[in-house]
Antibody, heavy 117, light 108 residues
C-alpha cells in the first residue's frame, strides 16, 4: 500500500521560496504520475503541476514562472518549490499519485503553509 | 482552460435520499477524462470516479458517474450519513488540469 508523507515548513515569509517534499513509501517513484495540488483555506482545489515517470513535467500556467517540481529517485521522493510567495499562496498543499493518468487515488496528508512575516 | 461549473452550490438532502450533482464543462472534455472526489473537513480528497463512470477501488456501488462531452453527473443512490461532504469534479483531458468549485452536500 503506497503512502505519501509530506514534510516542510508551515510558515514562509513573503517574497521567499516555499519548499515541500513528498516521501513515497510502499511503491517506486519511478512509475506512475505525481502531482502537487493546493487548497486555500475555505476554498476549492487548484492543480499546481505534475511530472510523469518518463520525464515529462507540466505546470499550471498561472504559476509556471514560479514553480519547480523535482524528483530524487535515489530517495524516492519529489519536491515542490514555489518562489516569490505572497499571502495569496497561503494554502494546504497536497502531493498525490495517479496510477494510470492525471487523476489521483493516493494523497499525502496535506501541509498548511502560511505566508506571513 | 476548461472551466468546470458545478451545481448546485449546496444540496440539502436527508439520509436515504438520492443525490444528483452536476458538473458542466466550458468545452468538451476529451475522452471523458473526468473524475469526482469527495472531501471531508480536515482530510485530503478521496477519489470516487474516474473516466466519467469508473468507480475507484473500494468505492461503494451507491456512487455512480455518467456523462460525456460537456455534461457530467455524479449520483449517490441512497445517501448514508458519511456521504455528507464536499464534492469536486476534475478534468484531465487537457494539459491544464482544472477542478470545479465544488458542491456541498449537507444534511437537511
Amino acid at each position: 500500500q503506497v503512502q505519501l508523507q509530506q514534510s516542510g515548513p508551515g510558515l514562509v515569509k513573503p517574497s521567499e521560496t516555499l519548499s515541500l517534499t513528498c516521501i513515497v513509501s510502499g511503491g517506486s517513484i519511478s512509475t506512475y504520475y505525481w502531482s502537487w495540488i493546493r487548497q486555500p483555506p475555505g476554498k476549492g482545489l487548484e492543480w499546481i503541476g505534475y511530472f510523469h515517470y518518463r520525464g515529462s513535467t507540466n505546470y499550471n500556467p498561472s504559476l509556471k514562472s514560479r514553480v519547480t517540481i523535482s524528483v530524487d529517485t535515489s530517495k524516492n521522493h519529489f519536491s515542490l518549490k514555489l518562489s516569490s510567495v505572497t499571502a495569496a499562496d497561503t494554502a494546504v498543499y497536497y502531493c498525490a499519485r495517479g496510477t494510470s493518468s492525471w487523476f489521483w487515488g493516493n494523497w499525502g496528508q496535506g501541509t498548511l503553509v502560511t505566508v506571513s512575516s | 482552460e476548461i472551466v468546470l461549473t458545478q451545481s448546485p452550490g449546496t444540496l440539502s438532502l436527508s439520509p436515504g435520499e438520492r443525490a444528483t450533482l452536476s458538473c458542466r464543462a466550458s468545452q468538451s472534455v476529451r475522452s471523458s477524462y473526468l473524475a469526482w472526489y469527495q472531501q471531508k473537513p480536515g482530510q485530503a480528497p478521496r477519489l470516487l470516479i474516474y473516466g466519467a463512470s469508473s468507480r475507484a477501488t473500494g468505492i461503494p456501488d451507491r456512487f455512480s458517474g455518467s456523462g460525456s462531452g460537456t455534461d457530467f453527473t455524479l449520483t449517490i443512490s441512497r445517501l448514508e450519513p458519511e456521504d455528507f461532504a464536499m464534492y469536486y469534479c476534475q478534468q484531465y483531458g487537457s494539459s491544464r488540469i482544472t477542478f470545479g468549485q465544488g458542491t456541498r452536500l449537507e444534511i437537511k
